[in-house]
């Protein structure tokens, strides 16, 4: 069965742009553009990676990290953080993101983040 | 003198004969008239008389002594003597005559009646002398005690101006103002401060400062530089008080204290200038807040537009032409540089309202610099950056501030050192503080310009072609620095290169 990433975020520009880097054949990619059916999502996908961008309405990145490492399922679930607020890596930090990438970030530096969690 | 005379009349006695010859020989001159002839004509003058006003004798006896007035007729010293020889009485005045040629002199004239034993009037006699000099050195004395009067009325209309002028300012500017003795105990503020603090000047003069209103200056570090403002004449300059102000509420203001430097009664006098920034405050906050969002907002799309470009960078087909190349490279190229400008305007926005938050730590220094080198190296195919020295211990400060600075300095060092292939970077300590110093072998900065390349937005003119950027990189090291209480400077030639140093302190250890 192939791995599963999900992506979250509230740019359709990304979520379109970060499947076309990401999707290589080998994996299943979830894109989620409304943050409040993160949870939903990662209930029936169970991916095995999640990009996660900080700054959305409704629900923040940095909320969801908290409400996912506050369980016991999703404590140890690889999170990527990606942002383009400066003081984002600190905020992802602190609510327990696995990894920080800075928007915009290099491509060949966010597939090897996100390939380094697969295969672990 | 005439004999005759004399013996006709029983009041002067002959054997004065030798006085009278004295009097003839006399300085001063003197003339004798008749009061029983009409127009009481001169019946004597001496030589001394007809020396003081060039008239020979002959030309004398027989008329008025008005003559000597000329036509000066106008004088009140003259209704004094008609008045005098009326009631037969002594009279003694100056008064304006004028010689034969014309020339003005000023008479002291004395004139005294010579009477019979039965008190009948028969002669007036008048002594005179020229007091001229003397009242020349008078009127110029008048004139200028006149002249200095006039000065002195001008002098302080002047200065009521100046008064008026300085009060206007003072009630007309819109920034509270305290004027305080040298024990802080307030002498005076304007219109502006009890609008402000809706307070009446009663409530504030001859108080102390520090028991005003709900004790809201009262702060220790306020008093300790309020204290050394005097002994030292070193000002207190934007120092930020938060206070909840009885009547007006929550308040930001910002306070600057300073000398008045004047001797004499306004020695030792402290003025203390108020000024509320609560709203620029706020305003200040959302305009942080509006380019933090923009910033975040134009950098989404950018992202996308960078994921893209790097895709197709990836995927470039084999048969792909240069000038595609080099397109994609140049795309590529100018986005980054995008994103830095993105980034510098956040920088400047939030440095210039001192919304920068260190994040204070201790932290590897060494470990840094080496991180900042080798991230450096990857983006430099024509300079070798060589790091020396090092200083084996933990700093305390903000490393992603501090390692900001750092890369600015050095892509600064290889950006203007067009020709050179070698930057240095040296880091240690001295003293209890950190110096780090980047040095290149490129264009240099000229003396004049030295001063000037911590300004925000300052270029230096040739290099605004040749270099691109906005010219605020320098200007939020420079900032960084100063939030660590340290010091940034250059030391550079024109076309010899430049080395830019800082120090900062290694902090707690």
Redesign the interface.
């Known amino acids: 069965m192939k791995p599963t990433i999900v992506i979250c975020d509230d740019d359709q520009a990304i979520l379109e742009m970060l499947e076309m880097v990401l999707d290589d054949g080998t994996k299943n990619i979830i894109l989620v553009s409304n943050s409040t059916d993160i949870f939903n999502v990662l209930a029936y996908s169970r991916p095995c990676a999640v990009l996660l961008d900080l700054w959305m309405p409704i629900l923040s990145g940095d909320q969801i990290l908290k409400k996912l490492r506050a369980t016991k399922e999703y404590a140890q679930l690889p999170i990527i953080v990606i942002s383009a607020s400066r003081e984002g890596e600190s905020v992802a930090r602190e609510a327990g993101a696995t990894a920080f990438l800075a928007k915009p970030f290099d491509i060949s530096q966010l597939c090897e983040t996100v390939e380094a969690y697969i295969t672990s | 003198m005439d004999k005759k005379y004399l013996k006709n009349t029983n009041s002067i006695p002959i054997s004065y004969d030798l006085i009278v010859q004295a009097i003839d020989t006399g300085i001063n001159g003197v003339v004798i008239t008749d009061n029983n002839l009409p127009d009481h004509p001169i019946i004597y003058c001496n030589a001394a008389f007809e020396n003081l006003t060039g008239y020979q004798r002959s030309e004398i006896i027989g008329h008025n002594c008005r003559f000597l007035q000329g036509k000066d007729r106008q004088q009140q010293e003259r209704k004094r003597i008609r008045e005098a020889i009326e009631k037969g009485e002594s009279c003694k005045v100056e008064i304006r005559n004028y010689k034969k040629n014309g020339d003005l002199f000023w008479n002291d004239l004395t004139i005294s009646p010579l009477k019979t034993q039965d008190g009948q009037i028969t002669h007036f006699i008048g002594i005179q002398h020229d007091i001229s000099d003397q009242r020349a050195l008078y009127d110029d004395l008048e004139r200028e005690r006149q002249k200095l009067e006039q000065r002195i009325e001008e002098r302080t209309e002047i200065l009521q101006n100046e008064r008026e002028f300085a009060d206007s300012i003072l009630e007309t500017i819109r920034e509270s103002l305290l004027v305080m003795n040298a024990d802080l105990k307030v002498i005076s503020v304007n219109q502006h401060f009890l609008r402000t603090f809706k307070v009446s000047k009663a409530d504030t003069e001859n108080q102390k400062l520090y028991d005003l209103g709900n004790g809201q200056w009262d702060i220790p570090q306020l008093r300790i530089l309020l204290e050394q403002v005097l002994p030292t004449n070193n000002p207190v300059l934007d120092f930020e008080v938060e206070h909840d102000f009885p009547h007006i509420g929550k308040k930001i203001m910002l306070l600057n204290a300073h000398r008045v430097e004047l001797a004499g009664s306004y020695k030792n006098r402290i003025l203390l200038a108020i000024e509320d920034i609560t709203e620029r405050k706020v305003i200040e906050e959302r305009k942080d807040d509006f380019l ?1 969002i923009a ?2 907002e134009l ?6 537009i ?3 470009i ?2 197709m960078t ?1 995927n470039i087909p084999s048969d792909a032409g240069v000038q595609f190349r080099s397109a994609l490279a140049k795309a590529e190229q100018n ?1 980054s540089r995008l ?1 830095s400008l993105i ?1 510098e305007l ?1 920088d400047v926005s939030k440095i210039q309202s001192g919304n920068i938050k260190l ?1 204070m730590e201790m932290f590897d220094f060494d470990k840094m610099m080496v991180e900042i080198v080798d991230a450096m190296r990857c983006t430099t195919t024509s300079h070798t950056i060589t790091l020396t020295g090092d200083v084996s211990r933990t700093v305390y400060g903000d490393e992603v501030n501090l390692s900001q600075v750092v890369s600015n300095l050095i892509s600064n060092a290889i950006k203007y050192s067009p020709n050179a292939r070698e930057v240095g970077v040296f880091v240690g300590t001295v003293s209890d503080y950190v110096k780090v110093s980047i040095s290149d072998t490129g264009i240099g900065i000229s003396p004049n310009e030295q001063g000037r390349i911590f300004d925000r937005f300052y270029r230096i003119d040739q290099t605004q072609k040749k270099f691109p950027g906005m010219g605020i990189g320098l200007y939020v090291c420079n900032q960084i620095v100063k939030n660590h209480q340290g010091t940034l400077w250059v030391e550079s030639e024109n076309g010899k290169g430049s080395v830019f140093s800082f120090t900062i302190p290694l902090g707690k250890k």
């Open positions: 933090t910033s975040h950098k989404t799309p950018l992202t996308a960078s994921g893209y790097q895709i990836r986005l994103n980034g956040l994040h």
